[in-house]
Structures are given as C-alpha cells and as structure tokens.
C-alpha cells in the first residue's frame, strides 16, 4: 500500500511539474501568427536575387536592352522586371512601342534569339538564367509630382501620360488588366525625406490605405528606393499604414529597388526570394503572397545618423520557424547579421545585437506591447540590411486601429479640392515652393 501511494504522488509531483509551464503559457496572450513564409521549403530553396523596377533607354535609361540585361546578369540577378516609363515590356525578344519625345525619339530593338538564349538559360553562368517578368512598366509617365505606379503583368500604362498627384488611376486600371502594381517611391511625392512628420500625417495615411484597400492587387509600396535618400521616412509610412490596413483583412508587402538609369546604380536596392526553383510563375505566387525579402545596401533615416551603407552581401534568412507564440529566424553564417530588430506598430520592442545569426522572439514577453503585426530587421554594417514581411498577429483583445479620415472632405468642396490638385500649374507651384523651402534649411530636426 506505501509502495501505491508513493507511486501515485510521484506520479502527481511529476504531472504538477509538467503542467506548471503550460498553465503559466495559458495565462498569457495567445497568438495566431500569419506568416507570409508558410510555403517555403526552406531546407529545398535557394535564394533568388531580383529587381523589379529599372529603366533602358526605351524610356530615361542610358543603356540598350541587351546591355542593361548583361548588367544585372552579370552582377548575379536572378529575377529582372523592366519598367520603362510609359512603355510596356511584353518580353526581352519582343518588339516594343516608344514614346517620341519621353526618350529622344531613339529607336530601340528586342534581343536576338541567340542574346535571348543566353539569358533565359544562363548558358554561360551553370544553367542559372535571368527570369523576365513580363508586362513591366512604370506608369505615369508624364507627372511632375512622381506618382509613379510600377505594373506587371499587365497591359495598362503605354504612352499613359498620368494625372498629377495621382496615385490612384494606376491601380484601379492596372487591376482591371488582370495584372498587379506596386506604388514608387512614395516618399518622393510626400517630399517626407525633407518632411518626416508627412509619414505620420492623416492626410497621407487615409490616402495611401484607401488605395490599398481598395486594390487588392496593388501588392504594396517601395520602402526603399535606389540610395533609401527619398525614401528615408518611407518604413514609417509602411508602419502607419500596416496598422490600419491590416485589421481591413489584407496586407502591405515591402518593395526595396533600384529604380536604375544609370550602370552605377546596378545592385543597389533589391528584393530576395527563397525558392524551390526560379520561373516567373513561382515569383509571380511569392509575389502575391508576400514570401520574398525586402533588401538595400542603405539604410538612411530622417535623423541622418548612424546610417547603413554595405557592399550588398545583406543578411540571408535559411528558416523561419513558427511555434506557437515563437518565432525563430535563422540567418547564413557566412554573410553575418549584426542585429535583428522586431517591429511592431511602429515601434522597436526587442532587438538582438550577439550577431548569432539564430534568433527568437516570444510574443508573450511583449504582450500588451503588440499591434496587429510584427517583422523583423536584419543589419550587418558592412553588409546591407534586409527587411521582412509583416507577420499578423491574430489574438483576443487586439485593439484594431481604424484608417484615419482624411481632412479633405468627400463632398463637394473635397471633389473640387482635386481638381485643383491634381492640376500641373499647381504641382509646380507646390514643388517650387518646397524646393525653395528646402534651400532655406526648413528641414525639420527630429527627435530620435
Ligand atoms: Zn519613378
């Protein structure tokens, strides 16, 4: 009998033992992560370098087609979307449409068969080729205000000279076209490189959520463009528009680019996808869902300190793994990281700076500090920096931010309002005015 009861309260002891870090676990938050990754097979993929936004000379690039193809296969690029402003790329080995004036009435050829080849097979780089991703173009072609939307895929856009401060006519046409669109370099148009506080302003954030709303197919915006000069304040306005975007049911993917002329601009901003294996219907899926990185030699900011610029060997992620209220992010050991941050609802709320390359964040140590999302940032100083995708936080009590009304108002005097404002005389006045603004040293400091 003292044998059976021992056995039984060294049976409760142990049951009481196991179940104290289960009850504990209960007792916080419980989370549904909604990983944009979920798909990938990360023991089988590689990772596949892109760029979805360049220009030739069919538009204001200073290269051919062939040359500027050669540049970004010779410098690794696995993926290349051409986007000429107003003219359409229906693939590499086909004949396009120019625009007279928009670039000097210069003529321009598709590749040859044999340049074509080389390419799409990678016949001199192992079997690895560029993959062309057909129905690019940037679209607006003729705004002074730089409301400029890429599409892909699509066959809206040729010789479409664009109204000003318009962000929107693009999407709205684009989807109608079946394809999808990306909105540029937003940061140019809010003029938020000079005026950060514009990133957190209603005005900006009611307009760009609206359009995101609206168009399921414009997949997200550009957090960087180029050099991240004018898009500096742009990862805040991306953070602003998550937290109101995402309780609407969809969300925002994160866009890094060259937005290249020029051959010095070549390798400067891009994006990486894990894959199984490189075609235009794999990156078209992955674009879609939101299962690719956002990645930048720069990394600039509107206080101008402590800014990131690397060679371009950024941060590789090798596994995201997703367990319960954990996620664990892995990164190549070779390439280095120097620091993860984790974001949510604009704000840095944990940050890792071992340069481990392995990393977790338990949501639970952060509850009641959580919006409707997470991502992460990987840094390596010398090397560049890589952005992730927002995750979604699903959980009992998440306090959903609305989209904030605009002060422009939707009656009459508002439609009036655009009219105005999307008029050239006064986008010129308006940037006129700012330029000289700018010369006066109006840039505001802002508090770090
Ligand atoms: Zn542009």
């Not at 023991?43 to 979805?52: D, I, L, M, Q, V």
């Not at 079946?178 to 900006?204: I, K, M, Q």
């Not at 509850?367 to 995708?389: A, E, I, M, P």
């Amino acid at each position: 009998m003292k044998k059976i009861i021992s056995a039984f309260l060294a049976v409760l002891i142990l049951a009481s033992a196991l179940c104290l870090p289960v009850s504990a676990e209960r007792s916080g938050v419980q989370y549904t992560i909604i990983n944009p990754y979920k798909d990938v097979d990360w023991a089988n993929s590689e990772t596949y370098k892109a760029c979805f936004h360049c220009h030739t000379n069919a538009s204001d690039g200073e290269c051919d087609l062939n040359e500027w193809i050669g540049l970004y296969y010779d410098a690794g690029y696995d993926i290349l979307a051409i986007t000429d402003h107003g003219v359409i790329n229906n693939g590499w080995n086909k004949e396009k449409r120019t625009n007279g004036i928009f670039n000097g009435f210069k003529s321009v050829s598709p590749l040859t068969d044999e340049q074509y080849s080389r390419y799409i097979n990678g016949t001199d780089r192992n079997g690895r080729g560029i993959v062309d991703i057909t129905g690019g173009i940037e679209c607006n072609m003729a705004v002074v205000s730089k409301t400029h939307v890429n599409g892909y895929w699509t066959t809206y856009g040729q010789g479409v000279w664009g109204k000003e401060n318009d962000y929107e006519t693009a999407p709205k046409e684009i989807e109608k076209s079946g394809g999808y669109s990306v909105l540029n370099h937003v940061g140019d148009w809010v003029n938020s490189n000079n005026y950060p506080a514009r990133s957190h302003n209603p005005f900006y954030i009611n307009y760009f959520a609206n359009i995101f709303t609206k168009y399921k197919t414009c997949l997200g915006m550009e957090i960087i463009n180029n050099t991240d000069n004018c898009t500096r304040a742009d990862r805040e306005l991306w953070d602003e528009l998550l937290s109101v975007v995402i309780p609407t049911g969809r969300n925002i993917w994160a866009f890094a680019d060259d937005d290249s002329e020029y051959r010095d601009e070549v390798g400067r901003s891009f994006e990486l996808f894990p894959m199984t294996s490189n075609s235009e219907e794999n990156v078209k899926n992955a674009m879609i869902n939101g299962a690719f990185f956002a990645a930048s030699k720069y990394q600039k900011n509107p206080a101008r300190k402590n800014e990131i610029e690397g060679d371009g060997l950024v941060p590789l992620v090798t596994d995201i793994k997703i367990n319960g209220n954990v996620i664990t992010v892995e990164c190549d050991k070779e390439r280095g990281c120097d620091t993860i941050e984790w974001v949510s609802d604009g704000k840095v709320i944990a940050a890792d700076n071992s340069g481990s390359c392995s990393y977790t964040l338990n949501l639970n140590d952060y509850d009641g500090n959580l919006g409707c999302y997470v991502r992460f940032v990987l840094k390596s100083v010398s090397h560049g920096v890589t952005y992730s995708q927002a995750f979604e936080l699903r959980y009992d009590g998440r306090v959903n931010k609305e989209i904030p009304a605009s002060p422009i108002p939707e009656n009459f005097l508002g439609r009036i309002f655009w009219l105005w404002y999307q008029r050239l005389s006064v986008t010129l006045a308006d940037l006129i005015g700012e330029k000289i603004a700018d010369k006066l040293g109006k840039i505001p400091v802002v508090a770090e």
